[in-house]
């Protein structure tokens, strides 16, 4: 698949193109994996995804298969392990922002029945397809962002801005900014 057009902010490396033809999007609905991105989204918030991605088997690792349950019980010894774990982001604030948003994350699902119900009925379930000509026109955020980044700040998550928040409708298809040009557009 190397003759075929692709968005170009994935072309610097073999695993950003594996996660561009793979997984970014596409429409998730499961929420282990919602919970996964959001986490991811939270700790890229001023960095690069391909850091993030880099380092997202040593998440995987560290957060137990980001196990929302697990980590919502994350007590202030695995918080100091997980501060000396080099494989992951080590910002405290931002692995604390982890446990706090497992809990928020599992009092959605208690309201909702499912994170899922919850974040796709921004878009009543159906993803916003976009017809972007150039990754210039891909914004940072949208305003349903920052309407979905003050309803989740208000439901106790943290570092979910609204830059973060679409960065996360991207990842999990909610989002379609695929370039026109790109084999993966609509």
């Not at 943290?158 to 989002?175: C, D, E, N, S």
Request: overall charge neutral; charged content about 25%; hydrophobic content about 40%.
């Amino acid at each position: 698949m190397e003759n075929i057009n692709r968005c170009k902010w994935c072309l610097s490396s073999e695993l950003y193109k594996q996660y561009h033809d793979q997984e970014w999007g596409i429409p998730v609905f499961d929420d282990a994996v919602l919970f996964e991105f959001l986490i991811l989204e939270t700790f890229q918030a001023g960095l690069s995804w391909i850091t993030i991605l880099n380092k997202r088997e040593n998440f995987r690792i560290a957060f137990e298969h980001f196990d929302f349950k697990k980590i919502a019980n994350y007590q202030e010894e695995k918080i100091q392990e997980l501060l000396l774990n080099a494989g992951i982001i080590r910002n405290q604030l931002k692995i604390r922002s982890a446990v706090s948003n497992a809990v928020a994350f599992i009092k959605v699902q208690q309201e909702f029945g499912s994170f899922s119900n919850y974040i796709w009925q921004f878009t009543d379930g159906k993803p916003i397809i976009n017809h972007r000509k150039s990754l210039n026109e891909v914004p940072a955020t949208a305003p349903l962002s920052e309407f979905i980044s003050k309803d989740l700040k208000k439901r106790g998550f943290k570092f979910v801005g609204p830059t973060v928040v679409y960065a996360f409708m991207q990842a999990v298809g909610i989002v379609n900014d695929h370039v026109e040009s790109c084999w993966k557009s609509c």
